[in-house]
């Protein structure tokens, strides 16, 4: 019979593949966990199945930290969409000597925590609106972004000093484009990666609308205020 020093020991290798083709081993053969131990930068000890139930903490703290993430980005979505459909609803039942660019502005306001609002056409490209509102959109049809004191006083009016804000074209049903801008004096409010999708769905929703189009003040225009 040989002696045991010639018996030859399984490496680490062998050692981690069988308990990985065996993920049941300490299951089936707990009394192994009685001399297995993990040792700590503190010098003690902690047994293989409370390591691993420390791991499992730390992933389900972090899985919840995800799901309550979603959950909050979910609901702001939820408040976003209510407020868009209050603004739309709003709009579509003004009378006909409403003057869009004022209404516009008073609802977003009150429907949503924004500093400045704005519509205005782009049929006059000579107006200092416009004018920004094209050097800002460039080819694009909705943009957001930190803006310069003197753009934030071209497309908001009454707005002073360094900012940022959000752009969306629209395109009436006779044809003329108009925009619709959002505004804060916080100048990372609104950043180059922020989504522009529920401004992109307030534009779409008011080009469908048979609202007048005239310039802001003009009360020469009446146009109905229904809806196809």
Same mark, same amino acid.
């Given at each position: 019979?040989?002696?045991?020093?010639?018996?030859?020991s399984?490496?680490?290798?062998?050692?981690?593949?069988?308990?990985?083709?065996?993920?049941?081993?300490? %299951? =089936?053969?707990?009394? &192994?966990?009685?001399?297995?131990?993990?040792?700590?930068? $503190?010098?003690? +000890?902690? !047994?293989?199945?409370?390591?691993?139930?420390?791991?499992?903490?730390?992933?389900?703290?972090?899985?919840?930290?995800?799901?309550?993430l979603?959950v909050n980005?979910?609901?702001?979505?939820?408040?976003?969409?209510?407020?868009?459909?209050?603004?739309?609803?709003?709009?579509?039942?003004?009378?006909?000597?409403?003057?869009?660019?004022?209404?516009?502005?008073?609802?977003?306001?009150k429907?949503?925590?924004?500093d400045?609002?704005?519509?205005?056409?782009?049929? %006059? =490209?000579?107006s200092? &609106?416009?004018?920004?509102?094209?050097?800002?959109l460039? $080819?694009?049809? +909705?943009? !957001?972004?930190?803006?310069?004191?003197?753009?934030l006083?071209?497309?908001?009016g009454?707005a002073s000093?360094?900012?940022?804000?959000?752009l969306?074209?629209?395109?009436?049903?006779?044809?003329?484009?108009?925009?619709?801008?959002?505004?804060?004096?916080?100048?990372t409010?609104?950043?180059a990666?922020?989504?522009?999708?529920?401004?992109?769905?307030?534009?779409?929703v008011?080009g469908?609308?048979?609202?007048?189009?005239?310039?802001?003040?003009?009360?020469s225009?009446?146009?109905?205020?229904?809806?196809?």
């Amino acid at each position: 019979m040989e002696s045991d020093s010639n018996t030859t020991s399984p490496s680490a290798d062998d050692v981690l593949r069988f308990l990985a083709e065996n993920p049941n081993f300490f %299951d =089936e053969h707990p009394e &192994a966990l009685d001399e297995l131990s993990i040792s700590h930068a $503190s010098d003690g +000890a902690v !047994s293989l199945v409370e390591r691993q139930v420390s791991v499992l903490r730390e992933r389900n703290a972090e899985l919840r930290r995800r799901l309550d993430l979603l959950v909050n980005r979910a609901q702001q979505n939820e408040a976003l969409l209510s407020a868009t459909q209050e603004v739309i609803a709003a709009l579509a039942a003004r009378g006909p000597k409403d003057d869009t660019s004022n209404l516009f502005r008073s609802l977003m306001l009150k429907h949503f925590n924004i500093d400045h609002a704005a519509y205005h056409l782009l049929d %006059d =490209e000579a107006s200092a &609106a416009a004018k920004t509102a094209i050097h800002l959109l460039g $080819s694009k049809e +909705a943009t !957001s972004g930190p803006v310069r004191s003197h753009e934030l006083s071209s497309l908001f009016g009454n707005a002073s000093g360094d900012g940022s804000a959000a752009l969306a074209v629209l395109t009436h049903r006779t044809g003329q484009k108009a925009f619709i801008a959002v505004g804060s004096s916080d100048a990372t409010r609104y950043s180059a990666a922020d989504g522009t999708m529920f401004l992109e769905y307030l534009a779409t929703v008011m080009g469908s609308l048979a609202i007048p189009v005239a310039p802001a003040g003009d009360p020469s225009v009446d146009a109905p205020s229904t809806v196809d």
